[in-house]
């Protein structure tokens, strides 16, 4: 996994916890916005929450993955550090799980630019420009993680 700077751990853990505060059922309402953003991005990503079978199935799917998506970015978001190979073994489970799915790689950019979407609107405010590339560098090295153990 490639190393992030203790600065944009910093800055991410800072406005990640700035979104979270006061927000009641946090990890469901913020999954759920990011999801409906990825699926306004990237339509096709509908199909892994089963909305090809029905509208109802596929609410119920994003449902239930709402909080564990939310809940994941914050074990992970906790975990960063010096001491990479704990956080590496759970993403390297976490892209066994997404390609068991059929999570494609391609929707990985549009996650991304969904997470941020979701943090700035728990902010209530956009990311300065030293925010959004710490967020962006914190989210790629992550998910190239996933993603390197989707395609093995």
């Known amino acids: 996994m490639k190393e992030v700077g203790y600065e944009q751990i910093a800055v991410v853990l800072e406005t990640w916890d700035a979104a979270r505060f006061g927000c009641k059922n946090f990890d469901k309402e913020f999954g759920m916005v990011a999801l409906e953003r990825l699926f306004e991005l990237q339509p096709r990503a509908k199909k892994v929450f089963g909305y090809d079978q029905g509208e109802e199935v596929g609410k119920s799917h994003a449902n239930v993955h709402a909080s564990a998506f939310a809940g994941l970015f914050d074990s992970v978001f906790q975990m960063l550090g010096p001491d990479l190979e704990f956080i590496e073994d759970i993403l390297h ?13 391609s929707f990985f950019p549009f996650m991304g630019q969904a997470l941020i979407f979701a943090v700035e609107k728990y902010l209530g405010k956009k990311l300065a420009a ?5 967020w962006e560098e914190v989210y790629d090295s992550i998910s190239n993680e996933i993603i390197k153990n989707i395609l093995n």
Request: glycine share 12%; hydrophobic share 30%; aromatic share 0%.
């Open 93 to 105: 489970q976490v892209g066994h799980r997404h390609k068991s799915m059929g999570v494609s790689p």
């Open 130 to 134: 030293e925010q959004r590339i710490a």
